[in-house]
């Protein structure tokens, strides 16, 4: 029984990296190919919005605990993507 316990944990701190590295996903419900087809035809996927992409599931409040409490690595690296995504570097 422990040693199950101490598995969970050692998954859940592998799945909150993960999380950290990798917060996107490629869409389950279209498989990135951000439609879905639907009788003969094919619609635009909602569940990512067309992006092909989802966040995973804790990503958003990994994210928001990192960047309240936790570790500055991971939060200057955060502020990197951010700024590069926005221009904001220079
Ligand atoms: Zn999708």
């Known amino acids: 029984m422990t040693r ?4 969970a944990l050692v998954l ?4 909150l990296v993960l999380l950290l ?3 996107v996903h490629r869409c389950p419900s279209c498989k990135g190919r951000r439609s879905v087809a639907h009788g003969k035809s ?3 996927c909602k569940r990512c919005k067309t ?3 989802t966040y995973r599931p804790g990503s958003i409040m990994a994210h928001r605990l990192v960047r ?3 570790f500055p690595w991971i ?6 993507r951010i700024a590069a ?3 904001d570097d220079r």
């Open 68 to 70: 309240d409490h936790a």
């Open 75 to 80: 939060r200057d690296r955060i502020r990197d």
């Open 4 to 7: 199950f316990i101490v598995a």
């Open 21 to 23: 590295v990798h917060p």
């Open 51 to 53: 992006t092909g992409r």
């Open 85 to 87: 995504r926005t221009g």
């Open 12 to 15: 859940g701190a592998v799945y």
């Open 42 to 44: 094919r619609r635009p």
